[in-house]
């Protein structure tokens, strides 16, 4: 029993990266992918930093938060500069050991068609997908230099590769927020590199969320639960030796 408890600690451990305080910035925490991520590295014994649009809304993420102190609840609309900016001062001298840019929008599918294409929705869901994840990371870049791992990654899908776009169009503002993601992260890694900061590109597969639902895919994606434990292990074992792909949460490459 005794045995049993010593592996729990030091599986938890293990997971922590180091021991101590190690702290993780999460965006859009309030449903899916984001939700799992808190509840997986606030059950490893992180501190969490979980931001979402809507605190009020968010009745998962802030009951998870009522029984864990280590999980700080924070109000970010990654498209609002200001507000990340404020983030940003609010924890200035925090150390973040990894920044997950996770938020992101589908947008209006319809409005992303060929035949329909809407120049506001095509915008808009670059500005959350893209230019969010890159000022984010901008923004808490003193935070990252300050933590022991310093990680950053973006949230890449299938539909950013042009290799795996012969099959399908559809989607014209999600897949271009994505491509703009993956250069942009590829350029922010070659910008960061000398200064040790890894700046890593994942995807979590196709997963049951609500922005799977609202693709018109439901019912063919793993849980969410999967994604996050295989991205978890991604995130863990990325170097500056080893990012330069677009790595799934199985450990697949996504092709550009
Ligand atoms: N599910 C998949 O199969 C799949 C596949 C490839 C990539 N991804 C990527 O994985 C990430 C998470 O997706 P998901 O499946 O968990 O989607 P989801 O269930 O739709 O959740 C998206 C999250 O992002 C937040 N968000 C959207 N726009 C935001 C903004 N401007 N500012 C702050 N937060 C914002 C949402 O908050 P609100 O509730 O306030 O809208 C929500 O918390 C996304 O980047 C997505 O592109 C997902």
Do not use: H
Not at 117 to 132: M, P, R, S, Y
Not at 237 to 244: K, R
Request: proline share 3%; hydrophobic share 45%; charged share 20%.
């Amino acid at each position: 029993m005794r045995v049993k408890g010593l592996l729990g600690g030091l599986l938890a451990w293990a997971l922590c990266g180091v021991a101590g305080a190690s702290t993780v910035l999460v965006t859009g925490t309030n449903r899916g992918i984001g939700l799992e991520f808190v509840r997986q590295y606030a059950g490893a014994g992180w501190t969490v930093i979980a931001t979402v649009r809507n605190p009020a809304t968010a009745t998962e993420l802030v009951a998870l938060a009522a029984g864990n102190p280590k999980i700080r609840v924070e109000k970010l609309d990654v498209t609002d500069v200001a507000a990340i900016e404020a983030l940003a001062a609010k924890y200035r001298g925090q150390p973040i050991d990894i920044l997950i840019n996770n938020a992101g929008t589908l947008g209006d599918v319809p409005k992303q068609k060929i035949g329909a294409l809407d120049q506001a929705e095509f915008l808009a869901v670059i500005n959350a997908n893209t230019f969010g994840a890159l000022k984010v990371s901008e923004a808490f870049k003193p935070n990252l230099l300050a933590g022991k791992t310093r990680k950053v990654f973006g949230m890449s899908s299938g539909l950013g590769s042009s290799a795996q776009t012969a099959r399908r169009g559809d989607f014209y503002g999600y897949r271009a927020s994505k491509a703009a993601l993956n250069v942009s992260f590829r350029a922010l890694a070659a910008d960061w590199r000398a200064e040790g900061i890894m700046v890593g590109i994942i995807a979590p597969g196709m997963v049951e969320t609500d922005l799977l639902r609202a693709s018109g895919f439901p019912g063919r994606g793993i849980t969410v639960e999967q994604s996050v434990r295989g991205m978890m292990q991604i995130i863990d074992g990325m170097t500056l030796e080893s990012n330069d792909k677009v790595i799934n949460y199985d450990g697949s490459v996504i092709p550009w």
